[in-house]
């Protein structure tokens, strides 16, 4: 394994160290630096549901790390809870495919680090690579809509190979109407004996 920075201590077993400044990309513009983004699972959500994004990263080579945070915010600005996060390493646009991986999820700070131990992945700006899962929870009073994108804050960060620290962009949050009209489904027909 390449010698790692080490500073973030996740649980009591795996740590990861990264470190980077980021810059917000424009939502619209085509990826010119590598970016993180989100996709939601929903294009609309009611109050008490659980939103789902998968967190992608594009036009990015070597990549030997990653550390995402995604953060949530409702229609009055107050911060939704993550309540679940997960890799589906048999994504086929995984970000490191099936090579050895260390994966650490932190969820009371809400992020997830993945540390490939050799070499470097790439994530085109054409075919992004998935990253990660993130559930969002809903409250049950939510109106209006909700914006959930990938924090560009000291937690959200990217490596080389090397363990040289990567310059990237985060494309804005997406926002999903929240809808106060719940669709019942019932189901009619006849008894038989």
Same mark, same amino acid.
């Given at each position: 394994?390449?010698?790692?920075?080490?500073?973030l201590s996740l649980g009591c077993a795996v740590a990861v160290a990264l470190a980077v400044n980021s810059a917000h990309a424009d939502e619209a513009a085509?990826?010119?630096?590598p970016?993180?983004?989100?996709?939601?699972m929903q294009t609309s959500i009611t109050p008490g549901d659980t939103l789902v994004v998968n967190v992608y990263l594009a036009n990015a080579t070597d990549v030997g790390a990653v550390q995402v945070q995604v953060v949530g915010t409702d229609s009055q600005?107050?911060?939704l809870a993550i309540t679940n996060i997960v890799v589906d390493k048999q994504q086929p646009t995984f970000?490191?495919?099936?090579?050895?991986?260390?994966?650490?999820?932190d969820m009371k700070g809400e992020r997830l680090a993945l540390v490939k131990?050799?070499? +470097? #992945?790439?994530?085109?700006? $054409?075919?992004?690579?998935?990253?990660?899962?993130f559930s969002v929870a809903i409250p049950t009073d939510a109106t209006g809509s909700i914006s959930v994108g990938v924090s560009s804050g000291q937690e959200?960060?990217?490596?080389?190979?090397? +363990? #040289?620290?990567?310059?990237? $962009?985060?494309?804005g949050p997406v926002t999903i109407d929240v809808s106060t009209?719940?669709?019942?489904?019932?189901?009619?027909?006849?008894?038989?004996?």
């Open positions: 394994m390449r010698n790692m920075k080490v500073a085509t990826f010119t630096a970016t993180y983004f989100v996709k939601p600005s107050n911060k970000i490191f495919g099936f090579d050895q991986i260390v994966e650490a999820i131990y050799n070499g +470097g #992945a790439t994530a085109p700006a $054409a075919k992004p690579k998935y990253v990660g899962t959200t960060m990217l490596l080389a190979s090397s +363990g #040289a620290e990567m310059t990237y $962009a985060v494309s009209d719940r669709v019942r489904t019932i189901k009619r027909g006849r008894n038989s004996r």
